[in-house]
């Protein structure tokens, strides 16, 4: 679960604001504690879990999520595209508060079952901007 750490006046501009462990475990050479993300890197991650979790998979919390999965086998047409980003935009509005401002573009590809998902964000803290492109696509 991303972490919010909160500034202070003895706190740098450039130290991270947000912090979480690196979804892939990768050790630090010098440490071997297990490596972090910071700022907006950290809410990309967050975004993209979110993003993939369905509604009841996560124990003891199951209102979060956002269950893409089954809009995928939808009809691909305006009414489903639509539902998409909608829910994609109630999900990270939600459960993601270190965003700031949010776009969110769908865009259906028909011929190949799948839809291309951009998400345009600004991170609330640091007024930094960030994007991230992802494909939503049935697997079968």
Do not use: C
């Not at 991270?16 to 809410?43: F, W």
Request: hydrophobic share 35%; glycine share 4%.
């Amino acid at each position: 679960m991303p972490n919010y750490i909160g500034t202070n006046q003895k706190t740098a501009a450039k130290d991270p604001v947000y912090t979480d462990l690196d979804a892939e475990m990768l050790l630090n050479p010098k440490t071997s504690d297990l490596m972090i993300v910071q700022n907006s890197k950290s809410i990309r991650r967050s975004i993209l879990n979110l993003l993939s979790t369905s509604y009841g998979e996560r124990l003891f919390q199951p209102n979060i999520g956002s269950s893409l999965r089954s809009l995928l086998f939808e009809p691909i047409d305006p009414v489903t595209t639509f539902e998409i980003k909608d829910r994609i935009i109630r999900t990270l509005r939600n459960h993601e508060p270190r965003i700031g401002s949010l776009r969110v573009d769908v865009i259906s590809n028909p011929d190949d079952n799948s839809y291309v998902v951009d998400v345009e964000f600004g991170v609330r803290a640091t007024g930094e901007k960030d994007k991230i492109r992802t494909v939503l696509e049935r697997i079968r």
